[in-house]
């Protein structure tokens, strides 16, 4: 990301929607990832992979409730909350 955000009592929608555009573009653009989408992953690197998915995924919701227990923007809470609930 190009520079840090920091919320304010305004949300500059237009940056955070950049700043999401740009990651969103380096996960695409991983050679992990390209390889994963032309079926040309190794078993251990797709085995690997799902371990890894796995404990992530047990660690997210925990994750979210801290950031949601440190952030007062109701926008942003309100994305956390959906996310939680998701999870």
Known sequence: ????????DSLN????ENAVAES??????????????CGELTKEQ???WVFCAGRESRTFPKILENMLA?????M?????????NDE
């Open 24 to 37: 969103l573009s380096r996960i695409r653009n991983h050679p992990f990832i390209l390889k994963a989408h």
């Open 46 to 48: 797709t085995l690997r």
């Open 76 to 84: 942003i809470r309100s994305v956390l909350e959906e996310n939680l």
């Open 1 to 8: 990301m190009a520079a840090i955000l920091h919320i304010s």
């Open 70 to 74: 440190s952030c007062a923007h109701p």
């Open 13 to 16: 929608i237009s940056a955070v």
